[in-house]
């Protein structure tokens, strides 16, 4: 009987090393799941920012073709030919207060924009002369193709997380419809 009690009483000591050695393996297992969980949080959250930079430059890059599509607007209106000022390949900065090509900026080319995009953030708009200096810089390549096209490059460019250069490149082509 006496041994009996000696094979109990051993038999609750290992009861409780096995408590606490299962309490250490819940505790690494929460702990790896919350790492993990933070992880995938900060992959986020840094992803988020790339793709916020590229949805920017993507609409800012659109916005120089919509510019020369208005200034050859504007040349038809003020029946001018569709492509006065557009004579000779040259690069510019451009924005949406630019009502004629002989008013923007020339930059050296290909794409080498100097001046970077400004942000007013109390109208929300994007332009050269007002606001607070932005990553971005946009650059407007005109292209005389014939009489009758030209070729429009909008390029923005910038530099992202990790010091990484970014650039986007929109291109259209405008014709003279109106033979």
């Known amino acids: 009987m006496k041994s009996l009690n000696f094979l109990i009483f051993k ?3 290992n009861k409780d090393g096995y408590l606490l050695v299962e309490l250490i393996v819940a505790i690494s297992l929460l702990t790896v799941g919350f790492l993990g969980f933070l992880g995938l949080i900060s992959r986020s959250i840094s992803l988020n920012s790339v793709i ?3 949805f920017v430059a993507n609409y800012l890059a659109s916005e120089g ?3 020369v599509k208005n200034l050859i607007d504007a040349n038809v209106i003020q029946k001018r030919p569709w492509n006065d000022g557009f004579g000779n390949e040259k690069c510019y900065e451009v924005d949406y207060k630019t009502m004629n090509i002989s008013e923007a900026t020339e930059t050296n080319c290909p794409s080498n924009s100097v001046n970077s995009i400004r ?5 929300g708009v994007y332009s050269y002369a007002v606001g607070n200096p932005v990553k971005f810089y946009r650059t407007v390549h005109i292209t005389p193709v014939s009489n009758d096209e030209i070729k429009v490059n909008s390029v923005v460019k910038w530099v992202g997380r990790g010091s990484i250069k970014n650039e986007i490149n929109l291109e259209d082509h405008f014709f003279n419809w109106r033979l």
């Open 11 to 13: 038999s609750d000591n």
């Open 52 to 54: 916020s930079d590229q």
């Open 65 to 67: 073709i919509e510019v």
């Open 119 to 123: 942000f007013d953030s109390s109208t």
